[in-house]
């Protein structure tokens, strides 16, 4: 620990790999057509897991204020 604040930069990653899952997911849903949201098939779940996994830890709104008042101090830094 060498005493640094990863806030900011958890929140970012957090926010972009959410969103990434979400997305990807969507698109792998419409390539698969009607596979894509029959249960039998592993792609239905990744788009509900990508719906919830933005509400842990904050969801990303939460995320996006957490990463607007860090960059708000360092500019008054």
Request: glycine share 6%.
């Amino acid at each position: 620990d060498q005493g640094k604040d990863f806030v900011k930069a958890s929140s970012i990653a957090k926010v972009t790999s959410t969103e990434a899952a979400e997305k990807l997911s969507l698109l792998a849903m419409m390539i698969h057509g009607g596979y894509g949201v029959a249960t039998e098939y592993p792609v239905e779940r990744f788009l509900r897991d990508s719906q919830i996994i933005k509400t842990y830890e904050g969801t990303n709104d939460i995320q996006r204020l957490t990463i607007a008042k860090q960059l708000l101090r360092e500019l008054k830094a």
